[in-house]
């Protein structure tokens, strides 16, 4: 028997050697999957199959390279370099060269990136000379990019009154227009975009049979890695080419179906037994990553879910230490934990930065914890992304303010001058350019004057240039008068950035908009906090000094130097960790507010599931009692998902409350489930992302005010209300003690020793606090 085989436990070991008839392979967290996946392919090629009779799926590049690479070490790169391994798009797409014909392409068809999709879908729209605010080309991609993936073509998509219904309540009735004449145009250009791949290869072997059993007696064996993320299409093609033989295993997790944002089905894994009768199921059950307290933990939450693959996932790692809850007063207080704990994990432990990683349902919570890691001077680095202040909405609403405080900034004046678009093309914008260099002067100065600089415009571009200069002279009118939360929360409005943002609930403009409230909210903090430290005047200047050293740590960062990770759940799958912190464990946020059917909960508690189990030796939960909302500050009830876990896996905090806390919130919730998710995938599903209307921007959390005590203030007589020795609870910075108070009346301050966020002096006369003992 060969080697590798020995290498493999019994439930590995049973998958790898079963051939006879499909088999579906549940593999928990940690439990080797991608080995099962390699080994069963080495197996294969030992035992008569040969490399190019085999077809391999998978959902990345990288995936394939790596899962080759180790074949390879198996079997020899000779025989390895046949196998048709790679990406669903990748392989598709050569299958669709070869049979271009068929389908009415040439051979070499060109394959549309996203920037060619929206370019092309653009020329629709100014075409049909349709409002492209109303008709967003990223809403419209969106839009024709679900239907594809469900298989629904053009002709069929003009056919269904429910879509035709879903497109009137967005307010694009003509949507099924642009659709058609997209795909049209893409015919005519010879090109397919990266949703044609899969439709025109279903397409292909649906309308010719002979060319699908030719392929199918080709592959004699198709594995499919991730089969959880598989969306319909996918799914049908597979099912197309295992119709007669069935030689096909799949791999995945229904535990760690995450998205079906993107169109991913949960019901191909959880169905796939139904759908080959004589199929086995195998579980790989041994957990290799996580401690035996995290994986039992984990068990305890996953166990809530209804819709599942039942399996006991175990380990015989260490037992490990009960996770850890914190409960923070606010965001602010979370940030200095969770900065504390990763300081302590370093100092005290030895382990290195780089085995700790900070996950967060959001990317618009990286802010926090960003500027408390800078604070304590720990190193980290944001995944997959930008630094918050690196983002390109954060950078744009920057140069307005920028603008504001210093109108000759070329660089800000450049970026903002047609964003949102205001038709200032860069034909104009050059004109400028030009007449600023030639007379030696700003920017600013030739807007003010095109005419006087003999910058050649016509009436109407005159005129839309002096709206521009309006809105910043405004702006600038504003920085000597407005604090900068006043100043700055009303240029992104009046900016048009927030109605640019607000108009689709796209995923990549919900990231946006949840990105610029925090910015907000931000802002919001730099007022509050200087004011408590006794500063009266706070001017959008004082914000931009501030934020322009964390941008300039940003473009200093040591690439090769180990950092803590800072990510979102989503793209923390597939990944592990020493140390795990997962953040912002409240209802409203995770999960989600949005999330209000029982499906949507169950897919927040996987991802909640995939959060805990990317953990080797800790993991770490933590929840804030208060967060800012817009500036102002909203109280938060802690997750139902702390109390889905088993109690004797956790260390509480010391809060009686919150077990009726999260309670209260869940039988209010509960409440108001629907249950139209249970029925086939309509176009009002498919299709979450109409674009609403924006006068003020709305929490998307379901949050209270927090009553805080106003007992700090100071009395007419000038006594101060605190000594030292006191033990006071902070609305931002938690529980401190008071070590010195100096001053009277309105100039009265205390310095607070606080338990996370260190020592800081307050200004009584603005402090928000209660004295507690």
């Known amino acids: 028997m060969m080697n590798y085989l020995d290498e493999l436990n019994q439930s590995q070991r049973d998958a790898v050697l079963y051939n006879e008839g499909p088999l579906l392979v549940i593999a928990g967290a940690g439990s080797g999957k991608t080995r099962v996946l390699t080994y069963k392919i080495a197996y294969l090629l030992d035992n008569g199959y040969e490399p190019w009779s085999i077809l391999a799926l998978t959902f990345t590049n990288k995936a394939a390279r790596e899962m080759k690479e180790r074949i390879a070490r198996q079997v020899g790169m000779e025989r390895a370099r046949y196998l048709w391994m790679g990406t669903f798009h990748s392989v598709f797409s050569r299958i669709l060269r070869a049979e271009a014909a068929a389908v009415g392409f040439t051979p070499n068809f060109t394959i549309y990136d996203a920037a060619d999709s929206k370019s092309l879908v653009k020329s629709i729209i100014k075409e049909m000379k349709l409002d492209d605010k109303t008709y967003r080309p990223g809403m419209v991609l969106g839009r024709i990019s679900n239907a594809k993936n469900h298989l629904v073509l053009p002709d069929a998509y003009a056919a269904s009154a429910e879509f035709y219904r879903s497109d009137q309540d967005a307010k694009i009735p003509l949507m099924r227009e642009i659709y058609a004449r997209y795909w049209e145009r893409c015919r005519q250009s010879d090109a397919m975009d990266f949703d044609d791949l899969l439709v025109y290869t279903f397409l292909l072997f649906r309308q010719h049979p002979d060319i699908c059993q030719r392929y199918a007696e080709r592959f004699r064996y198709i594995l499919v890695d991730e089969y959880q993320d598989t969306n319909f299409a996918q799914h049908s093609i597979v099912l197309q080419l295992t119709g007669t033989h069935s030689h096909v295993c799949v791999v995945g997790d229904d535990a760690q179906s995450i998205y079906s944002f993107r169109g991913a089905n949960i019901d191909n894994i959880l169905k796939f037994t139904q759908l080959y009768k004589d199929a086995r199921l195998f579980k790989l059950e041994q957990n290799y990553r996580s401690t035996q307290t995290i994986v039992k933990a984990a068990n305890s939450l996953i166990a809530k879910n209804k819709e599942q693959i039942r399996k006991e996932v175990f380990s015989e790692k260490d ?130 004057e095109p005419l006087s600089y003999n910058v050649s415009i016509n009436k109407g571009m005159h005129t839309k240039l002096q709206g521009f200069r309006d809105l910043i002279a405004d702006f600038v ?96 799958k597939g990944l592990e960790f020493k140390n795990v912190f997962v953040v912002g464990m409240e209802e409203g946020l995770f999960p989600m507010k949005s999330s209000d059917s029982y499906r949507a909960l169950e897919e927040e508690r996987r991802l909640f599931y995939v959060a805990i189990t990317r953990a080797e030796d800790h993991c770490f939960l933590s929840y804030a009692k208060s967060r800012r909302q817009y500036g102002e500050t909203e109280f938060c009830c802690p997750s139902r998902f702390l109390k889905d876990i088993d109690a004797r896996y956790l260390s509480l905090p010391q809060d009686t409350s919150l077990t009726r806390q999260v309670d209260e919130y869940s039988s209010r919730f509960r409440s108001n489930f629907s249950r139209r998710d249970e029925s086939p995938v309509s176009a009002t599903d498919m299709f979450a992302d109409e674009p609403r209307r924006f006068v003020k921007p709305q929490p998307q959390r379901t949050l209270r005010k927090v009553p805080v005590s106003s007992s700090a203030s100071v009395g007419a007589g000038g006594t101060a209300p605190v000594s030292p020795g006191q033990q006071i609870e902070h609305e931002r910075f938690g529980k401190g003690e008071i070590l010195r108070v100096e001053g009277t009346g309105d100039n009265c301050k205390a310095t607070v020793r606080f338990q996370n966020a260190g020592e800081k002096q307050l200004l009584l006369k603005y402090a928000r606090f209660k004295v507690i003992g």
């Open 319 to 448: 037992k490990g230490e009960p996770i850890p809850v914190y409960s923070a007063y606010s965001d602010m207080e979370e940030g200095e934990i969770v900065a504390n704990k990763i300081g302590r994990l370093h100092a005290r432990d030895g382990y290195a930065y780089s085995d700790c990683a900070v996950l967060y349902r959001t990317n618009a919570q990286s802010r926090i914890f960003e500027e408390s890691l800078r604070k304590h001077n720990l190193p980290y680095r944001i995944y997959g992304g930008l630094s918050f202040y690196q983002r390109k909405e954060i950078k744009d609403v920057i140069a307005y303010f920028r603008l504001a405080v210093n109108p000759n900034d070329e660089e800000a004046f450049k970026r903002v001058i047609n964003y949102p678009t205001r038709g200032i093309g860069d034909t104009t914008l050059n004109k400028l350019i030009e007449a600023a260099t030639r007379e030696k002067v700003s920017l600013w100065a030739v807007l003010n």
């Open 477 to 572: 009118e504003g920085v000597e008068t407005k604090d900068a939360y006043e100043l700055g929360s009303g240029i992104i409005r009046q900016s048009g950035i927030l109605g640019d943002i607000y108009q689709d609930r796209s995923p990549e403009n919900l990231s946006r908009q949840e990105n610029i409230e925090e910015l907000v909210n931000g802002i919001h903090d730099f007022c509050s906090m200087r004011r408590e430290e006794g500063n009266d005047r706070i001017r959008l200047t004082d914000y931009l000094s501030e934020i322009s050293l964390l941008t300039d740590q940003d473009s200093n960062a040591d690439e090769d130097q180990p950092k803590v990770t800072l990510m979102t759940i989503h793209s923390a």
